[in-house]
């Protein structure tokens, strides 16, 4: 499965390029081939004569809050430098104020899920290091799911895990569910039927996913080089040809092949069975049997 964010060869040396942050770098040469450094942040400007103001802007709008963030909040502290010290019956006054406020920012059961699923979404999606465009359409995907009535019977934790697992297939990002259930405040079974009723009923189009994702990450878990990488990479694609990857563990072929990879020179760093086990979270005997079929080839 080819890579949303990566284009498809160096315009110099023909190799694979990667994005990294805002530059799109080939993995061979290291030749810098694009750059974005748009800030596609809010604009902080003021149209008075004065030096500008950020507060009059507000917060972007976001769609992992319920109310898209265009909410508003009795704070506590002072403001333009003016003293907030209440006494009295205006404190007492304020702080009723405050709590009925933030009462009305809820106004139905619906609405209350919304703000308990967006903050799970956003504690997972930080904890597993994810973009802000993954948290966005995974709260949009929630969101759908609620639409459709798929919260029946089934636990909100599990939908939000599951949001952010059917969105990391659908963006090709190697996640797998028990990276996901390890952080969760859902188990596997409960994630397992939160996406199985929304790859059902939403059709979403998620496709198998491609080993080759997760040979950055394991790479770097495991302490290889690039060199490892590539010829890991050229593994993956062999099997890929030869049709021996279907319904098998995407992760467990990563790490296979880049144990196979490893013990091919002596200059290159070295790693046992368990610790490519280890990282993907399979079984020994998985990777001696895909390193047995790139023997085969």
Request: hydrophobic residues 35%.
């Amino acid at each position: 499965m080819a890579d949303a964010d990566t284009a498809p060869d160096c315009p110099e040396c023909d190799g694979r390029l990667r994005k990294q942050g805002t530059e799109i770098v080939c993995e061979e040469c290291g030749l810098v081939s694009a750059e974005d450094e748009i800030d596609r942040g809010p604009e902080w400007r003021s149209f008075e004569d004065d030096d500008s103001d950020p507060r009059r802007t507000g917060a972007p709008l976001t769609r992992s809050r319920h109310d898209r963030g265009l909410s508003t909040e009795i704070g506590y502290g002072s403001h333009a430098g003016t003293s907030s010290r209440l006494t009295g019956r205006k404190r007492r006054q304020i702080a009723r104020l405050r709590r009925e406020h933030n009462r009305a920012r809820i106004s139905s059961k619906a609405e209350r899920n919304q703000v308990y699923g967006f903050a799970e979404i956003r504690r997972l999606t930080a904890l597993l290091s994810l973009p802000e465009s993954v948290r966005e359409q995974s709260c949009a995907l929630f969101e759908s799911a609620q639409s459709e009535g798929l919260f029946q019977g089934r636990s909100l934790e599990g939908f939000a895990a599951a949001a952010i697992y059917a969105t990391c297939r659908t963006r090709s990002i190697a996640r797998t569910t028990d990276e996901i259930t390890a952080v969760a405040r859902a188990d596997d079974a409960e994630l397992s039927a939160a996406y199985d009723a929304m790859n059902r009923e939403l059709g979403l189009r998620t496709g198998p996913i491609d080993p080759a994702q997760y040979l950055p990450r394991f790479a770097s878990e495991l302490e290889l080089g690039t060199a490892v990488e590539r010829r890991a990479r050229e593994h993956v694609e062999a099997l890929l040809e030869a049709g021996l990857i279907g319904g098998r563990n995407p992760g467990g072929v990563a790490a296979a092949c880049l144990y196979k990879a490893a013990g091919e020179r002596e200059s290159w760093p070295s790693i046992t069975q368990a610790a490519a086990a280890e990282v993907a979270d399979v079984a020994a005997v998985t990777i001696r049997a895909t390193v047995t079929n790139i023997d085969e080839l």
